[in-house]
C-alpha cells in the first residue's frame, strides 16, 4: 500500500487515482530513502515503476501552498525525448492535487517556446542533456538553486556520449543537497566514474538482478534455417499469437525496412522505427502505437530507447541482440508493471553462441519453442559445450541476405558475421559482469 509511505495526502490521492494499488519493489526500496533526502544509485530497468519512485519523494519536497516561483528546485536529466516526455507526464499525473510547476527541454522541439517557459521558472525541470546545454550557452537557464538532481537512465546517457553535458550540468547545481542516479545495467568504468564525482555517500539500490527480470514474461526461442525462414515465423506468430501490440527487433536499420516492407504488404498496421526517421516520425509512430492504430512495431535497439507503451506483451527478436543488456532493454519493453509478456527471439545458426552466452548472462535457461506448421530443418548444434555453445563448429555462413537454401548453415565458408561480437566477448568469466563491448548508441551497421 502506498499509504505505507510517509507522503503528503495530496500525493495519495493522485496515486490512488493512477490506480497504483501496490507499489513496484523499486518504489518499496527507494521511496523511504529518497524521502529522507539521501544520495541513492539505483540499478533497475525502464517498466520497474522506477520514475514515480524518484517523482513522489521530489514532489513530496516541493509540496506547500501557491507561491511566486524564483528558482528551478529540481532537474531530471534524461537520455532520450521520449523518455523525458514520458517522464513529464508522469510528475504531471502525480502532481495534479498540487500547485507544483513542470516544464521540459528536449531537443527537437522551438527554443524560443522554451525560453518563454524557462522566464516562467518551473519547479521541476525535465529533458535531455543536449538542449539543456544550449539553453545553459544562451543564457536561459540558471541551476544555481536545483535541490535534487535526478540522472535517469545514466548508463544510457553515458552510451549516447552525453558525458560531458551531464557533468557540466551537474556542475551548475552548486547548491543541490540530493542527487539520484538511475541506471537499468550496472554499467562500465564511466557509469562508475560518474557515481563518484555526482554522488555522496550513495545508498546502492539493486532491483534488477538480471536473473529475477521480468518474471512474468516467457522467454522462447525458436531456431530457423535463415532469415527468409525468420520472416515465415515472424508471419506465423503475427497471425496465430495472441497480442494486443508487438514490437519486432532487428539490428540493422536495412532488415528493419525490409521486415516492415513485406508487413504493409501483407495489410499489417506497421510502422518502422531506426536511426535514420526523425523526430516526427518517432513521435507519430508511438502516437499510433499507443492510440491502437498501429499494433506491431519494428525497430532498431536505438529507435526503441525508452519507449513504454501499454499493452506492448509481445516482442520478437529477429536478430538476436549484441548483448545481454541490450537483450534485458528489449525484453523489458514488455511484461511491464505485472503485466504477462512474451519474447521470441529467432535463432539461426549464427545465432546460436550469441543466445547461450546471453542465457548464462542471464542465469536463465529459454523456453525450447517449435512451431510445426513452419518447421525447419535447424534444430540447434549437434553437440554443446558445458557452456551451451556449439561445440567445434567453425564459422560458417551466416544469413545476412537470407539464404535461399535450408541447407546453408552446413556449409561452410570464411566469411565471418561482420555485426556481430564474439559470443565470448559478451560475458566475463563469472557470466555476470556487463558485457565488455559497450554499443555505440547507433550501431554502424544500421
Ligand atoms: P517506469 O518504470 O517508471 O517507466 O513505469 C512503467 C509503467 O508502470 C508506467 O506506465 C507506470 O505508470 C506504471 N507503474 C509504475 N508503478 C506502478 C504501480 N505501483 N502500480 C501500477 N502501475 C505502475
Known amino acids: 500500500m502506498f499509504s505505507q509511505f510517509a507522503l503528503h495526502e495530496r500525493l495519495l490521492k493522485a496515486v490512488a487515482e493512477l490506480k497504483f494499488v501496490e507499489p513496484t519493489p523499486v518504489q518499496a526500496a527507494a521511496i523511504p530513502l529518497a524521502l529522507q533526502g539521501r544520495d541513492l544509485r539505483v540499478t533497475a530497468q525502464t517498466g520497474s515503476g522506477k520514475t514515480a519512485a524518484f517523482v513522489l519523494p521530489i514532489l513530496n519536497r516541493l509540496i506547500g501552498p501557491a507561491k ?14 521520449e523518455l ?91 547548491n543541490r543537497q540530493q542527487t539520484m542516479l538511475f541506471s537499468a545495467t550496472t554499467g562500465g568504468s564511466g557509469l562508475r566514474e560518474m557515481i563518484a564525482k555526482v554522488l555522496n555517500n550513495p545508498e546502492h539500490l539493486q532491483l534488477n538482478a538480471v536473473s ?19 520472416e515465415q515465423i515472424v508471419n506465423w506468430l503475427l497471425a496465430n499469437e495472441t497480442y494486443q501490440k508487438a514490437i519486432i527487433f532487428t539490428n540493422t536499420r536495412a532488415m528493419a525496412d525490409r521486415i516492415y516492407g513485406r508487413l504493409v504488404a501483407q495489410e499489417y498496421k506497421a510502422f518502422v522505427l531506426h536511426g535514420e526517421k526523425d523526430q516526427k516520425d518517432r513521435k507519430l509512430a508511438i502516437d499510433r502505437l499507443k492510440q491502437g492504430g498501429v499494433k506491431i512495431l519494428v525497430a532498431t535497439d536505438v529507435a526503441a530507447r525508452g519507449l513504454d507503451v501499454d499493452g506492448l506483451d509481445m516482442v520478437i527478436n529477429f536478430d538476436m541482440p549484441r548483448s ?39 542465469k536463465q535457461s529459454f523456453e525450447r519453442r517449435t512451431v510445426k506448421e513452419v518447421k525447419g530443418t535447424y534444430g540447434g548444434p549437434k553437440k ?40 565470448d566477448s559478451l560475458v566475463s568469466s563469472d557470466g555476470m559482469a556487463p558485457l565488455k563491448r559497450r554499443k555505440p548508441a547507433e550501431p554502424a551497421a544500421e
Not at 516561483?69 to 525525448?81: E, F, G, M, Q
Not at 519547479?123 to 544555481?144: C, F, H, S, V, Y
Not at 522462447?220 to 525468420?230: F, M, P, R, V
Open 384 to 423: 554443446v559445450k558445458a557452456s551451451g555453445k556449439a561445440v567445434g563448429v567453425k564459422k560458417k555462413k551466416t544469413d545476412v541476405k537470407g539464404d535461399k537454401k535450408k541447407t546453408a548453415a552446413k556449409t561452410p565458408t570464411k566469411r565471418k558475421s561482420a555485426n556481430r561480437p564474439k559470443p
Open 212 to 230: 529475477q527480470l521480468n518474471s512474468t514474461t516467457r522467454q522462447q526461442i525458436i531456431t530457423a534455417d535463415h532469415n527468409q525462414h525468420k
Open 68 to 81: 511566486i516561483r524564483v528558482s528551478i528546485k529540481t532537474l531530471i536529466l534524461l537520455p532520450t525525448r
Open 324 to 362: 545481454g543488456d541490450e537483450y534485458v532493454h528489449r525484453i523489458g519493453r514488455t511484461g511491464r508493471a505485472g503485466n504477462d509478456g512474451l519474447a521470441i527471439s529467432l535463432i539461426c545458426h549464427g545465432d546460436w553462441n550469441l543466445m547461450s552466452s546471453i542465457e548464462r548472462y542471464l
Open 84 to 174: 523525458a516526455q514520458q517522464t513529464l507526464k508522469e510528475v504531471e499525473r502525480f502532481a495534479q492535487f498540487t500547485f507544483i510547476k513542470s516544464g521540459l527541454i528536449t531537443g527537437g522541439e522551438d527554443f524560443k517556446v522554451q525560453a518563454a517557459m524557462l522566464r516562467k521558472v518551473p519547479d521541476i525541470l525535465i529533458g535531455t542533456p543536449g538542449r539543456m546545454i544550449e539553453q545553459l550557452n544562451a543564457g536561459n537557464l540558471d541551476l544555481k538553486e536545483v535541490e535534487v538532481l535526478v540522472l535517469d537512465e545514466a548508463d544510457r546517457m553515458l552510451d549516447m556520449g552525453f558525458a560531458e553535458d551531464v557533468q557540466r550540468l551537474v556542475d551548475e547545481c552548486v
